[in-house]
């Protein structure tokens, strides 16, 4: 079995504990093994230091976790299907890094104006009421969003909004020289009306390798 990693440039060099499978357009490093990685602490973080290793060596579009091909002829035919497309995503974040940011008191993590969705079932009014609400609360959300990366507005290649806890997260896509000036514009004290950001990573580019997590 060939617990797939990363999408790579097909001229990549192996990482450590990993090999190569290299295609027309892209290559793909994967392990070996006889079963699936089972989803434990260990194997999540052997998986994504691999992906650090990868990361470090150059541009990766990293796999979901748990991601398997049963031999070399599943991998090749995906690889043929899936590598022009590829491709292009990989191209698109060469050159960039991830960056999480944390902004607890944003408009999504409040009451949406009092109404819950057990009042909104009980009546038709309530149920607009509640629709209006969540939609005026998704408007404040985007315009806090925005108010936060109007200083950086120009470094952000691309943004995507991570759903569930801990609370309001925004991944952003920024040039690796452009890290820590994103980072330190957006910890600023009084940097945006809720108050500063708090700023993880750089991490290689998970939250925009949507091409690729679902495979296998």
């Known amino acids: 079995m060939m617990v797939l990693h990363a999408v790579v440039p097909r001229d990549a060099s192996p990482v450590a ?13 994967y392990e070996t093994r006889d079963q ?11 998986f994504g230091h691999r992906i650090h ?22 991998l090749g035919r995906l690889v043929r299907d899936s590598g022009p497309r590829w491709a292009d995503r990989l191209q698109r974040v060469a050159g960039h890094r991830e960056l999480i940011v944390h902004r607890p008191g944003t408009p999504e993590s409040s009451a949406t104006c009092g ?15 509640y629709l209006r609400a969540r ?15 109007a ?14 806890p801990p609370g ?10 452009d890290v820590e ?22 991490w290689p580019p998970y939250s925009f390798s949507e091409e690729v997590l679902d495979v296998g």
């Open 151 to 164: 200083p950086v507005r120009d470094r952000v290649a691309e943004q995507r909004v991570l759903p569930g």
């Open 17 to 29: 504990g990993l090999d190569l499978f290299p295609g027309t357009a892209v290559g793909v490093l």
């Open 36 to 46: 699936r990685p089972a989803p434990t602490t260990g194997e999540v973080l052997a």
């Open 53 to 74: 290793l990868a990361a470090g060596a150059g541009p990766v579009l990293p796999v979901r976790f748990g991601t398997v091909a049963a031999d070399a002829d599943e």
């Open 168 to 177: 309001p997260r925004l991944a952003l896509l920024v040039r690796a020289h």
């Open 135 to 149: 939609v005026s609360s998704a408007r404040a959300a985007a315009a806090a969003w925005e108010e936060l990366l």
């Open 181 to 202: 000036p994103v980072r330190a514009a957006l910890e600023r004290p009084g940097s945006g009306a809720g108050g500063a950001a708090q700023v993880t990573g750089p």
């Open 115 to 129: 109404v819950s969705p057990l009042a909104a079932a009980g009546t038709a009014a309530a149920g607009a009421d």
